[in-house]
């Protein structure tokens, strides 16, 4: 990510925080290994991969609403360094099994589906949990490592260890975003046994509109590079803001069709946002029949679909700085390159 010095006031980080949060996962760093002790493999894992401002927030939100998988939390965030301890005290202060007199309800709130550049609200919402990621991800100047690169010097085994001990706790499938590994997922995908890349597609001209829209959100610019750096970054990074973004979205999505081509059908779904903002509930079935397929979940712990019927896809031409003609004409051009 881009550094946070030069964030917009809205986005910039509270230094408070993290020295506390620092501190708080330091000291419980112990206990949370002892929980690993219980990281088999019994539930799916669900990653949900694409590019920035596809809908993958959108989706993960929606998905965190049905009931059917666990996810991190805000809560659970702030715990990124001892997930499984998080994950116990999350539980002891939201779930109704815990609940004595009714002392603690004040994180329990409802899921609403808005975000901020993919920022949530409220201590239950979906969290994207990168502080998690990078714990296990060695990633430096760019966010990618040839595989071979990867193995050698990330944990990948620990992350895999920590993801099933977390399912584990919550005894459900376990949902994240994942685009942190867009341009690793095999070497992703190798950990598990049971998992389901969910790849989000969104039409290429909305997409980056969204994404230039979020740079001067964040940053409050056009120019500065958002969300990951991606193998191709240096050669992206300094041109003009529209190529740059085109670029980088290109990159994104050709890495995804590469890294899943060679999964079997259980364990990818492509995902259409303006199909999925059109009918959800399909999407929700897709999901359960390759769930149950891998074993990664049983029948009888499926809820009921009880989710929005549709969505308003937000497909409508408001830049500025760029026609959407242009934004046309550079797309092709950086798809051409590309090839």
Same mark, same amino acid.
């Given at each position: 990510?881009?550094?946070?010095?030069? /964030?917009?006031?809205?986005?910039?980080?509270?230094?408070?925080?993290?020295?506390?949060?620092?501190?708080?996962?330091?000291?419980? =760093?112990?206990?949370?290994?002892?929980?690993?002790? @219980?990281?088999?493999?019994?539930?799916?894992?669900?990653?949900?991969?694409?590019?920035?401002?596809?809908?993958?927030?959108?989706?993960?939100?929606?998905?965190?609403?049905?009931?059917?998988?666990?996810?991190?939390?805000?809560?659970?965030? /702030?715990?990124?360094?001892?997930?499984?301890?998080?994950?116990?005290? &999350?539980?002891?202060?939201?779930?109704? +099994?815990?609940?004595? /007199?009714?002392?603690?309800? $004040?994180?329990?709130?409802?899921?609403?589906?808005?975000? $901020?550049?993919?920022?949530?609200? #409220?201590?239950?919402?979906?969290?994207?949990?990168?502080?998690?990621?990078?714990?296990?991800?060695?990633? *430096?100047?760019? $966010? %990618?490592?040839?595989? *071979?690169?990867?193995?050698?010097?990330?944990?990948?085994? #620990?992350? +895999?260890?920590?993801?099933?001990?977390?399912?584990?706790?919550?005894?459900?499938?376990?949902?994240?975003?994942?685009?942190?590994?867009?341009?690793?997922?095999?070497?992703?995908?190798?950990?598990? *046994?049971?998992?389901?890349?969910?790849?989000?597609?969104?039409?290429?001209?909305?997409?980056?509109?969204?994404?230039?829209?979020?740079?001067? =959100?964040?940053?409050?610019?056009?120019?500065?590079?958002?969300?990951?750096?991606?193998?191709?970054?240096?050669?992206?990074? $300094?041109?003009?803001?529209?190529?740059?973004?085109?670029?980088?979205?290109?990159?994104?999505?050709?890495?995804?069709?590469?890294?899943?081509?060679?999964?079997? *059908?259980?364990?990818?779904?492509?995902?259409?946002?303006?199909?999925?903002? &059109?009918?959800?509930?399909?999407?929700?079935?897709?999901?359960?029949? +390759?769930?149950? %397929?891998? @074993? #990664?979940? @049983?029948?009888?712990?499926?809820?009921?679909?009880? @989710?929005?019927?549709?969505?308003?896809?937000?497909?409508?031409?408001?830049?500025?700085?760029?026609?959407?003609?242009?934004?046309? +004409?550079?797309?092709?051009?950086?798809?051409?390159?590309?090839?």
């Amino acid at each position: 990510m881009t550094s946070s010095e030069n /964030r917009t006031k809205t986005f910039a980080r509270v230094s408070a925080l993290e020295v506390l949060l620092k501190e708080l996962n330091s000291g419980l =760093r112990l206990p949370n290994e002892q929980y690993l002790e @219980g990281s088999s493999e019994r539930f799916s894992k669900i990653f949900i991969v694409g590019s920035l401002r596809s809908g993958t927030t959108l989706f993960t939100q929606w998905l965190a609403n049905s009931g059917l998988v666990a996810y991190p939390t805000n809560l659970l965030s /702030r715990f990124y360094g001892v997930s499984l301890v998080g994950a116990k005290i &999350q539980q002891l202060l939201t779930d109704p +099994r815990y609940n004595f /007199r009714n002392e603690i309800l $004040d994180f329990n709130s409802e899921i609403n589906f808005s975000s $901020d550049n993919g920022k949530t609200t #409220g201590a239950l919402a979906p969290n994207e949990f990168w502080y998690f990621w990078r714990r296990f991800l060695p990633f *430096d100047e760019l $966010d %990618y490592m040839p595989a *071979d690169v990867l193995k050698q010097k990330g944990n990948l085994s #620990g992350l +895999r260890d920590e993801l099933n001990a977390l399912a584990n706790i919550f005894e459900k499938p376990f949902a994240m975003k994942a685009m942190i590994m867009n341009q690793n997922i095999p070497e992703l995908a190798e950990q598990f *046994d049971k998992s389901l890349f969910v790849w989000i597609r969104r039409d290429p001209i909305f997409n980056i509109q969204s994404a230039l829209e979020a740079r001067k =959100r964040q940053y409050g610019d056009i120019a500065t590079w958002y969300s990951f750096k991606v193998k191709e970054y240096p050669h992206l990074k $300094d041109l003009d803001p529209l190529e740059s973004v085109a670029g980088q979205i290109v990159a994104i999505n050709e890495s995804v069709e590469q890294g899943i081509a060679k999964l079997p *059908d259980h364990m990818k779904l492509i995902v259409q946002y303006e199909n999925f903002c &059109q009918r959800p509930e399909h999407y929700f079935n897709e999901i359960i029949s +390759r769930l149950v %397929y891998q @074993g #990664g979940i @049983g029948e009888k712990d499926i809820p009921a679909y009880c @989710g929005e019927k549709s969505f308003s896809a937000t497909n409508v031409w408001r830049l500025k700085e760029y026609s959407q003609e242009e934004a046309v +004409r550079v797309y092709g051009e950086m798809l051409h390159r590309k090839k």
